[in-house]
Protein backbone atom coordinates (compact mmCIF):
# COMPACT_ATOMS: atom_id res chain seq x y z
CA UNK A 1 0.00 0.00 0.00
CA UNK A 2 1.08 3.54 -0.88
CA UNK A 3 0.96 6.36 1.81
CA UNK A 4 1.01 9.94 0.67
CA UNK A 5 2.04 12.45 2.87
CA UNK A 6 0.82 16.52 1.63
CA UNK A 7 2.68 19.86 2.72
CA UNK A 8 2.93 23.31 1.88
CA UNK A 9 -1.01 24.47 3.19
CA UNK A 10 -1.42 27.86 4.36
CA UNK A 11 -3.06 31.41 4.61
CA UNK A 12 -2.01 33.45 1.95
CA UNK A 13 -3.62 36.81 1.04
CA UNK A 14 -5.55 37.11 -2.68
CA UNK A 15 -2.79 37.32 -5.52
CA UNK A 16 0.06 35.57 -3.67
CA UNK A 17 1.48 32.08 -4.11
CA UNK A 18 1.96 28.42 -2.48
CA UNK A 19 3.56 25.43 -3.28
CA UNK A 20 1.81 21.95 -2.22
CA UNK A 21 3.97 19.12 -2.34
CA UNK A 22 2.94 15.48 -1.67
CA UNK A 23 5.43 12.33 -0.88
CA UNK A 24 4.79 9.38 -1.60
CA UNK A 25 6.44 5.97 0.14
CA UNK A 26 5.47 2.49 0.16
CA UNK A 27 4.54 1.30 -2.88
CA UNK A 28 5.87 2.35 -6.86
CA UNK A 29 5.05 5.82 -7.24
CA UNK A 30 7.22 6.41 -10.64
CA UNK A 31 4.78 4.17 -13.29
CA UNK A 32 1.29 5.94 -11.85
CA UNK A 33 -0.42 9.55 -12.61
CA UNK A 34 -1.01 11.65 -9.86
CA UNK A 35 -3.60 14.59 -9.46
CA UNK A 36 -4.36 17.18 -7.09
CA UNK A 37 -8.14 16.90 -5.61
CA UNK A 38 -9.70 19.66 -3.41
CA UNK A 39 -12.43 20.37 -1.22
CA UNK A 40 -13.95 23.81 -0.69
CA UNK A 41 -16.29 24.48 2.61
CA UNK A 42 -20.19 22.79 1.62
CA UNK A 43 -18.60 21.20 -2.00
CA UNK A 44 -17.62 18.42 -3.03
CA UNK A 45 -13.96 17.16 -3.81
CA UNK A 46 -13.23 18.12 -7.30
CA UNK A 47 -10.43 17.59 -9.71
CA UNK A 48 -7.46 20.23 -10.06
CA UNK A 49 -4.75 18.98 -11.78
CA UNK A 50 -3.21 15.89 -13.30
CA UNK A 51 -0.13 14.61 -14.62
CA UNK A 52 0.85 11.41 -16.05
CA UNK A 53 3.38 9.01 -15.27
CA UNK A 54 6.44 10.57 -16.65
CA UNK A 55 5.20 14.67 -16.18
CA UNK A 56 4.61 14.23 -20.38
CA UNK A 57 0.82 14.99 -20.34
CA UNK A 58 -1.26 17.41 -17.42
CA UNK A 59 -4.39 18.69 -17.52
CA UNK A 60 -6.36 21.16 -15.49
CA UNK A 61 -9.71 22.50 -14.23
CA UNK A 62 -10.58 25.53 -16.34
CA UNK A 63 -10.58 28.27 -13.25
CA UNK A 64 -6.69 27.12 -12.46
CA UNK A 65 -5.43 27.18 -15.97
CA UNK A 66 -2.55 29.55 -16.56
CA UNK A 67 -2.09 29.82 -12.35
CA UNK A 68 -1.11 26.92 -11.23
CA UNK A 69 1.27 24.18 -12.47
CA UNK A 70 1.30 20.38 -11.18
CA UNK A 71 4.90 18.74 -11.72
CA UNK A 72 6.07 15.39 -10.19
CA UNK A 73 10.03 14.09 -9.41
CA UNK A 74 10.15 10.58 -9.85
CA UNK A 75 13.84 10.59 -8.43
CA UNK A 76 12.18 11.47 -4.89
CA UNK A 77 9.13 10.32 -5.38
CA UNK A 78 7.24 13.58 -4.64
CA UNK A 79 4.74 15.63 -7.08
CA UNK A 80 4.19 19.49 -6.30
CA UNK A 81 1.60 21.75 -7.20
CA UNK A 82 2.77 25.65 -7.70
CA UNK A 83 -0.53 28.34 -6.72
CA UNK A 84 0.14 31.42 -8.54
CA UNK A 85 -2.53 34.38 -8.20
CA UNK A 86 -4.04 32.61 -5.44
CA UNK A 87 -7.81 33.66 -5.26
CA UNK A 88 -10.52 33.68 -2.17
CA UNK A 89 -12.21 30.73 -4.07
CA UNK A 90 -9.31 28.52 -3.85
CA UNK A 91 -10.21 28.09 -0.20
CA UNK A 92 -9.97 24.32 0.38
CA UNK A 93 -8.26 21.55 1.74
CA UNK A 94 -5.99 19.95 -1.01
CA UNK A 95 -5.59 16.42 -1.32
CA UNK A 96 -2.71 14.55 -3.34
CA UNK A 97 -3.91 11.00 -5.18
CA UNK A 98 -2.64 7.75 -7.10
CA UNK A 99 -4.21 6.57 -10.09
CA UNK A 100 -4.90 2.88 -10.01
CA UNK A 101 -7.13 0.60 -12.54
CA UNK A 102 -6.36 -0.16 -16.32
CA UNK A 103 -5.02 2.92 -16.98
CA UNK A 104 -3.05 4.16 -14.34
CA UNK A 105 -0.16 5.70 -16.13
CA UNK A 106 -2.23 8.66 -17.77
CA UNK A 107 -4.58 11.45 -15.67
CA UNK A 108 -8.17 11.73 -15.52
CA UNK A 109 -10.90 13.87 -13.80
CA UNK A 110 -12.95 11.11 -11.72
CA UNK A 111 -11.64 10.70 -7.90
CA UNK A 112 -13.06 6.78 -8.28
CA UNK A 113 -10.36 6.19 -10.30
CA UNK A 114 -7.68 7.24 -7.73
CA UNK A 115 -6.85 4.56 -4.92
CA UNK A 116 -4.76 6.20 -2.68
CA UNK A 117 -5.25 9.45 -0.93
CA UNK A 118 -3.56 11.89 1.52
CA UNK A 119 -4.36 13.36 4.52
CA UNK A 120 -4.98 17.18 2.91
CA UNK A 121 -4.02 19.99 3.17
CA UNK A 122 -5.46 23.29 4.11
CA UNK A 123 -5.52 26.46 1.80
CA UNK A 124 -6.97 29.67 3.00
CA UNK A 125 -6.52 32.65 0.51
CA UNK A 126 -7.77 35.98 1.98
CA UNK A 127 -9.50 38.65 0.32
Given at each position: ?94 YCALK ?28
Amino acid sequence: QVQLVESGGGLVQAGGSLRLSCTASGRTFSGHAMAWFRRAPGKEREFVAGISWNGDITDYKDPVKGRFTISRDNTKNTVHLQMNSLKPEDTAVYYCALKGGSYYYTPSRPLEEYDAWGQGTQVTVSS
